[in-house]
T-cell receptor
Framework: GDSVTQMEGPVTLSEEAFLTINCTYT??????LFWYVQYPGEGLQLLLK?????DKGSNKGFEATYRKETTSFHLEKGSVQVSDSAVYFC?????????????FGKGTKLSVKP | GAGVSQTPSNKVTEKGKYVELRCDPI?????LYWYRQSLGQGPEFLIY????????DSGLPNDRFFAVRPEGSVSTLKIQRTERGDSAVYLC??????????????FGPGTRLTVL
C-alpha cells in the first residue's frame, strides 16, 4: 500500500543554518503531497503542498518540490529560526481514491538553537 | 473564523469503560476525518465521512470503534470496552471536499485519551 518515509530525528541546528528534511513516498497512483507542522502545544497545520509532478510548494520560507522520478518531496529552508522548532510531518493523499485520507510519515523533530 | 474543535481535550478512563470523543468541524466543511496518533508516530487514518455517511471506515482497528455524524456536522467517535492500547491522541480534521485528494485538511487540537 501507499506509504511515506521521512528522515528520523531529532534534527538540531543552529539559527540561520540550512535545513533539509528528506521525504520519499510509495504510491500506486499520482498522489498529492503535503508537509504539516506541529508546533509545541499546538495542533497540526498545513505548511505547504504540491498536487502534481514538478510543482513546488512554498510557505514561510520553506519549500518542497514534487519529484516524481525520485518519488521525493524533501523540505528545505535556507535559514532556520528558533521559532521553526517543531515536528514536521510529510504526508500523501492518493487522488485515485475517493476519500483523500492522508498517509503520514512518522515525523521529524527539529530543534533550532540560538 | 472558528477552527476545528474537539472535546474533551483530555480524557482519562479505566480499562473496559466506554468513551465518546466529539469533533466540531469548520462550518461548511463536508468532509470529516478521524486519525489516531500514538507517541512518536504520525497520525493514522481511522474513518472518513462525506456528509452524514461513513465513506471509508477501513482504518478502524476493530469493532470496538465506531463513529457517527448524524447531521453532517458534528461527529462522535465511540470506543467500547477500552483497552490500554487505545491510549493515544485522537485527531479530527475537516475539509471542503472537492475531490481528487488535493483538499487541505484542517486539524483540531486533539483529544488525549489515557486508558488506565
Amino acid at each position: 500500500g501507499d506509504s511515506v518515509t521521512q528522515m528520523e530525528g531529532p534534527v538540531t541546528l543552529s539559527e540561520e543554518a540550512f535545513l533539509t528534511i528528506n521525504c520519499t513516498y510509495t504510491a500506486t497512483g499520482y498522489p498529492s503531497l503535503f508537509w504539516y507542522v506541529q508546533y509545541p502545544g499546538e495542533g497540526l497545520q498545513l505548511l505547504l503542498k504540491a498536487t502534481k509532478a514538478d510543482d513546488k510548494g512554498s510557505n514561510k520560507g520553506f519549500e518542497a518540490t514534487y519529484r516524481k522520478e525520485t518519488t521525493s518531496f524533501h523540505l528545505e529552508k535556507g535559514s532556520v529560526q528558533v521559532s521553526d522548532s517543531a515536528v514536521y510531518f510529510c504526508a500523501l493523499s492518493d487522488p485515485g481514491g475517493s476519500q483523500g485520507n492522508l498517509i503520514f510519515g512518522k515525523g521529524t523533530k527539529l530543534s533550532v538553537k540560538p | 473564523g472558528a477552527g476545528v474543535s474537539q472535546t474533551p481535550s483530555n480524557k482519562v478512563t479505566e480499562k473496559g469503560k466506554y468513551v465518546e470523543l466529539r469533533c466540531d468541524p469548520i462550518s461548511g466543511h463536508t468532509a470529516l476525518y478521524w486519525y489516531r496518533q500514538s507517541l512518536g508516530q504520525g497520525p493514522e487514518f481511522l474513518i472518513y465521512f462525506q456528509g452524514t455517511g461513513a465513506a471509508d471506515d477501513s482504518g478502524l482497528p476493530n469493532d470496538r470503534f465506531f463513529a457517527v455524524r448524524p447531521e453532517g456536522s458534528v461527529s462522535t467517535l465511540k470506543i467500547q470496552r477500552t483497552e490500554r492500547g487505545d491510549s493515544a491522541v485522537y485527531l479530527c480534521a475537516s475539509s471542503f471536499y472537492a475531490g481528487g485528494g488535493t483538499d487541505t485538511q484542517y486539524f483540531g487540537p486533539g483529544t488525549r485519551l489515557t486508558v488506565l
